[in-house]
């Protein structure tokens, strides 16, 4: 087995184990910090791929920013001040029968997939082809995208603003 | 330099580990030395003279006696805390801050990793200080720790904005995000330095400068600890080598934003007369002793300035620095296409 | 600028002789001498009236007189403006020690007017928080009392050391 | 849009927190970092001052426990406790005593300035005023060591006179204090005075309007600091206060609304430069010879009586209502304390500001919580 397998599997498991712990902790704020080792995974499964670029965006996004917005929603909507933030569980049936079915599509997919293994060979660095996709060809989608979320933004200033204005 | 390592040793993973290990032989020694140099700056800017006996010569080994004692002291975890994630957060704090020492050039012959995405990695992997600073405060199960907590994600979350556009000044100017070739790119005589080679790259550093001091959490944006307010912000619980590995971070920390600035603004490892004591090991030495210029007007901002109050820190943050940051950017880049 | 005894003439032609009492033959500085049921009228008089106008409550202090068996009030006012200042006292029996509480006119005798009740033990009717203030909110007794015996135990804890 | 539900964070500060001065206990409603209600809770200092001193017999016994009401400025206790008894018993002075009083007043005055104005940077977050501060407050408490052999309780002015004479060198080295103190003043002005960020932090927070000042009965800097020119030292001269030429520093608003924390601030920056005009004039003007007691009774017996007198301390108007019975031991003896006043004044001025404002304004109170439970 050589290193690649090593961390590949590694991640992978990482990865696996911290989603069952996110899926299976009784108390929200274990679960959202076990979230973090999953994306951690994930971009160091990136980064397996050679999809340098994907790997530090993952972290930027997911880590630095939704992550952070999620422990703080969890933070300020739930009793702050003791440990015990739990959950139950809660619609079983329907959540059990959702996944099966999920996961049904995705072991389909799997099969029916035709695996090509690609030979191994020296893989450039993503960054230059990811910038001149996105400033050429897919420019209207970025600013589209950059549009959205400064309506977004603004919004959410909004919101804030209101709430200050009141008290 | 793997490749040269793994001719030594008898496994590959091995190498990468010592690969991996070596920015520890600058890390900790630094740590040491700076607690001490910070004890030393604030006490000349006192009229007092700080340690003096530890070790002879003033005091000089006062932090490794400190340490010594840290590692002995009694591992205090409150028994209503949170016990996994309290033991946890302090390691993930310091491996936060020493994963972004991987893409750090050290000197023309050491990078950790040769990432084409370097600058873009070090603002990624710097958010999971961050997470543990949250871990920390919430396990806690403290109200000014929790008050901690909050403040520093609040402040590092909003002070990303002016650091990344900032760096994404540089990265404008230069056109790669590999801080290798930025380095590389400094190279001849200190004219050569970006901060130099255009003016609102002087500006970016400024702005860079201050809000790589709050992402840190120094003075005057030390609201996270605020001794004053906040008893010890997210840290108030612990005690010993957990506490010290948080010490160890803050440090880290510092270390990892003052080099980033020379890489990114004063010529990473080149010596600023040219080729006269360069080379591969003088880099280290250039490298390092900009880092420690940096941290030292760190201190000397410390141990001179009040502290802000936390709508006023957001205030400097979203009202000024942000909009001038973004039009520091534009103005970069219309240089860069003219000139 | 006014001396005592002229602000007593002013006071007893308000209130009336049963209300307020000169005590000339005091040493040092005279006082006056009001009923506990009308101290909140007459202070309050003493901060309004122009002529007057005090005020500054420098002080207030409970005092107990074993030998009448009597607790008292004593109340220091200033005028920053007229450059007067006048001692006031109320004395309550010691078996039902009540007095007004001036804290609507004075806000400083919010925290006075607690530490008496902690101290010595008078109640003062219409104060918004009447709590001990120094003591811990159990304690038994009041110490300024010249009866006060210590208790000896708090909390499981000795007290007298 | 739905209503954001938020709740209200009750949260102690103290009694064991670094900005709280002492063993305070503020209970603090927060909404946020918007502080709703702040509830002081006072009495972890307790040690019955009043009741030790009705079981004291004699008068002069009482000094120590005055010492320990305000430690960091003992001197100005002992000097409003000694002319307390002094008045019931109608003695005078001598008059070198009172000028050494007063040198030894003023001092403390300028000692508890430092120390009031360095820890209040410290609250700001600026640590190395506070050092400097305590670097010059050294020289003060070196002048006290000289005088009585104590650093900070001293025990030296007593009843009639004073516990012994001042060294021969005494006067010399008050002036070369006075010498080398106002310079320093101007370094505490530029390193933290009028720093931007110091000036932001403590302007327009904690105003307290003049009106409710006096409702509350406050004192000292803390009056002052709301534009009310009132000074004991002036308004109601003691000792020989109306002898010496200095003006009363009151709060203008300079850098925002009167009566803010930085009006407070200032007011005893400023009052340090009036101790030390005080300072010159008693030590040019004191008699080189003279005695030191009066003709004081070794026990000490007032007639009947009672009385408030009240001194200026660095704090405030510090009163003692002091009875007697006639015995050698006092009936009842009341310390009016500045600070126990001034910090009743916090609620009303805390609502509505931050966490970090709260240290603010409970710095520039002053308080010193020896005083306030006594």
Same mark, same amino acid.
């Not at chain 2, 080379?279 to 141990?303: A, E, Q, T």
């Given at each position: ?167 | ?27 900790? *020694? ?59 957060? *302090? ?70 904005? *002016? ?116 080379? *591969? ?59 | ?161 | ?374």
């Amino acid at each position: 087995m050589d290193l690649y397998a090593i961390f590949f599997y590694f991640f992978g498991l990482l990865t696996v184990a911290s989603a069952f712990v996110v899926v299976f902790a009784r108390n929200i704020v274990h679960s959202a910090f076990a979230l973090m080792f999953t994306f951690f995974g994930v971009a160091a499964l990136y980064v397996l791929l050679y999809a340098d670029f994907i790997a530090v965006t993952q972290l930027l996004v997911y880590v630095g920013g939704i992550l952070v917005l999620i422990i703080f929603g969890v933070m300020l909507t739930t009793k702050v001040f003791s440990v015990e933030v739990k959950t139950g569980t809660l619609n079983v049936l329907p959540a059990t029968l959702f996944t099966a079915i999920i996961a049904g599509m995705l072991i389909f997919v799997f099969y029916v997939t035709d695996w090509n293994i690609i030979p191994d060979q020296e893989w450039d660095t993503t960054v230059y082809g990811i910038g001149a996709l996105l400033v050429n060809d897919f420019i209207l989608p970025m600013q589209v995208a950059g549009v959205l979320l400064l309506v977004a933004m603004i919004g959410a200033v909004m919101m804030a603003a209101r709430e200050r204005s009141k008290s | 330099m793997v490749e040269t390592l793994e001719q030594f040793l008898p496994h590959p993973l091995l190498a990468i580990i010592m690969h991996a290990a070596l920015p520890m032989v600058i890390v900790f *020694p630094y740590v040491l030395f700076a607690v001490w140099l910070e004890r030393k700056v604030s006490a000349h800017m006192q009229d007092r003279l700080g340690p003096m006996r530890t070790g002879g010569w003033h005091g000089w080994s006062q932090t490794i006696a400190d340490m010594i004692k840290m590692i002995q002291k009694e591992d205090i975890v409150p028994s209503r805390s949170d016990k996994f994630l309290f033991k946890f957060a *302090p390691f993930l704090a310091f491996m936060g801050a020493y994963a972004a020492f991987a893409v750090i050039p050290f000197s023309s012959e050491y990078i950790g990793a040769h990432l084409d995405v370097g600058a873009f990695y070090i603002l990624a992997v710097t958010s999971v200080v961050t997470l543990s600073i949250l871990m920390a405060g919430w396990a806690s199960n403290n109200k000014w720790s929790l008050l901690g907590a909050m403040r520093t994600s609040a402040q590092i979350v909003s002070y990303e904005v *002016p650091t990344v556009v900032a760096v994404l000044s540089v990265i404008v100017a230069t056109g790669t995000l590999n801080l290798m070739t930025i380095s590389e790119m400094q190279t001849g005589t200190i004219f050569n330095w970006l901060i130099f080679s255009n003016p609102f790259l002087l500006i970016a550093f400024v702005l860079y400068f201050i809000s790589s001091l709050a992402e840190v959490n120094r003075t005057p944006f030390d609201l996270p600890e605020s001794e004053s307010e906040l008893v010890g912000g997210f840290q108030t619980e612990y005690s010993g080598m957990r506490w010290g590995m948080f010490m160890l971070t803050e440090y880290a920390d510092m270390l990892l934003v003052s080099l980033l600035g020379s890489v990114l603004f004063f010529g990473a490892w080149n010596s600023p007369f040219g080729d006269f004591m360069s080379g *591969p090991v003088w880099g280290v030495f250039w490298m390092v002793s900009k880092g420690m210029f940096f941290i030292f007007v760190m201190m000397w901002l410390r141990w001179t300035l009040p502290r802000l109050r936390v709508d006023q820190l957001m205030d400097v943050c979203w009202k000024y620095l942000i909009p001038i940051a973004f039009i520091n950017l534009v103005l970069v880049a219309l240089w860069e296409m003219l000139f | 600028m006014k001396n005592p005894e002229e602000i007593y003439a002013i006071l007893k032609e308000k209130f009336g002789e049963e209300k307020v009492e000169l005590k000339e033959d005091a040493k040092v500085v005279p006082w006056i001498v009001a009923a506990p049921d009308s101290i909140k009228e007459v202070t309050k008089f003493l901060r309004d009236d122009d002529g007057l106008d005090f005020d500054y409550l420098m002080c207030l202090s409970g005092v107990h007189y074993p030998k009448d068996n009597s607790l008292g009030v004593t109340y220091h006012v200033n005028s920053t403006r007229k450059k007067h200042s006048l001692t006031l006292k109320c004395i309550v029996p010691e078996d039902n020690p009540h007095v007004q509480s001036i804290e609507s006119v004075w806000k400083t005798a919010n925290w006075h007017e607690r530490e008496v009740y902690d101290m010595v033990g008078i109640m003062f009717d219409g104060h918004p928080d009447m709590r001990r203030i120094l003591c811990p909110d159990d304690w038994e007794g009041h110490p300024l009392r010249k009866d006060y015996k210590v208790q000896e135990y708090y909390r499981g804890m000795k007290v007298p050391y | 849009m739905p209503e954001l539900r938020t709740e209200e964070m009750t949260i102690n500060m103290g009694p064991q927190h670094p900005s709280t001065h002492g063993v305070l206990r503020v209970e603090l409603v927060l909404d946020g970092e918007i502080v709703v209600d702040a509830i002081p809770h006072i009495g972890y200092l307790h040690r019955c001052f009043e009741k030790h001193s009705e079981s004291m017999n004699d008068y002069q016994q009482v000094i120590p426990y005055v010492d320990r009401m305000d430690y960091v400025a003992a001197m100005s206790n002992e000097l409003g406790y000694a002319i307390a008894v002094e008045r019931m018993l109608e003695i005078e002075v001598p008059e070198r005593v009172e000028y050494i009083r007063v040198i030894m007043a003023e001092l403390q005055r300028i000692a508890s300035h430092l120390l009031a104005i360095g820890t209040y940077g410290l609250d700001i977050g600026a640590f190395t005023p506070f050092l400097h501060c305590f670097r010059d407050r050294e020289r003060i408490l070196e002048i006290f060591e000289s005088a009585c052999g104590a650093r900070l309780l001293y025990n030296y002015i007593w009843v009639g006179g004073l516990s012994h004479d001042v060294p021969s060198n005494f006067k010399d080295k008050v002036r070369d204090f006075i010498n080398y103190f106002p310079p320093k003043i101007k370094g505490y002005n530029d390193l933290l005075t009028y720093n931007k960020i110091f000036i932001d932090r403590t302007a327009d927070v904690g105003v307290l309007p003049p009106e409710v000042a006096l409702n509350y009965a406050a004192s000292g800097p803390v009056l002052r600091g709301s534009g009310v020119d009132w000074d004991l030292r002036r308004n109601d001269p003691y000792s020989i206060y109306d002898r010496f030429e200095f003006d009363v520093v009151v709060g203008k608003g300079e850098m925002g609304t009167v009566g803010d924390c930085w009006d407070r601030y200032i007011v005893r920056v400023r009052e340090m430069e009036q101790s030390v005009r005080i300072i010159e004039q008693a030590v040019e003007q004191m008699p080189d010879e003279g005695d030191v007691k009066a003709a004081v009774p070794k026990r000490i017996r007032p007639p009947e009586a009672e009385i408030y007198a009240r001194t200026e301390t660095p704090r405030g108007e510090l009163g003692y209502y002091i009875i007697s019975d006639g015995s050698m031991s006092p009936f009842r003896v009341k310390g009016r304390s500045p600070c126990f006043v001034n910090l009743s004044v916090l609620p009303a001025i805390s609502r509505g500001s931050m966490i970090a404002d709260i240290v603010a304004i409970i710095g520039s109170i002053d308080i010193v919580l020896g005083e306030i439970d006594r």
